[in-house]
């Protein structure tokens, strides 16, 4: 059975390293898997993500309608067939990377954000969200440590980081069939072991109702 399952979170927190983790631990388990990230998946989507992370500053709306552009790509051409053949889809973040820094972060109108979304990917939602959570400042620090991997939007203000973190709390706390929240102040090691408890009892106890 496919499973379309997202990793979200704040920078610096480790999503890159879990998904890696995780991705190891079901192939070890024999499940067939397709790994990807956003910004990229796609020749256009790698493309793309060169000019958002690494380009002039963008107005917002231009700024979402790339992400968008980037996802629809990659939603047609890989996720969705991926999910066809019955291949577990992993992303290093989704839609909800939009509504979080575009929408509570950038101040664009999430409604707005939700109808790209519609109509860029048919509405295509994951079955299973990981949000690995830390507090910015724990995360942002993590990241100038690792000072190659510094984007345009790790530059943003503090005050940018943490309306995205209070906005992946809200949306965990509204579906909470569908987020997981894990600590991930804690050791990779021990995060690895949490996320992959939820993800076989997510699985063992079957989708989410549509
Ligand atoms: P990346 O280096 O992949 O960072 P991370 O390891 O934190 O995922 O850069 C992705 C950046 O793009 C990150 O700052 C979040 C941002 N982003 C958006 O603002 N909107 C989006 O829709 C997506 C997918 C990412």
Known sequence: ??????????????????????????????????VTREP??????????????????LRPE???????????????D???PALERGTIVLCDRYVD??????GAGRGLDEGWL???????????WPDLTILLDVPVEVGLARRRAAAATITRLDQEELAFHRR????YHAAAQRDPQRWRVVDATLAPEVVADVVWATV?????RGRRSP
């Open 1 to 34: 059975m496919s499973w379309f399952i997202t990793f979200e979170g704040p920078e610096g927190a480790g999503k890159t390293t879990q998904c890696a983790l995780l991705a190891a631990r079901l192939r070890e388990a024999g499940y067939s898997l397709l």
């Open 40 to 57: 990229g998946g796609t020749p256009l989507g790698e493309t793309i993500r060169e000019w958002l992370l690494a380009g002039e500053a």
């Open 62 to 76: 231009t700024e979402a309608l790339l992400f968008t552009a980037a996802r629809a790509e990659h939603v047609w």
């Open 78 to 80: 890989r996720i969705r």
């Open 97 to 102: 990377s939009t509504l979080a820094y575009q």
């Open 114 to 124: 939700r109808e790209l979304h519609r109509i860029a990917t048919g509405d295509l």
């Open 164 to 167: 995205v973190r209070a906005w």
């Open 200 to 204: 076989t009892e997510v699985m063992k």
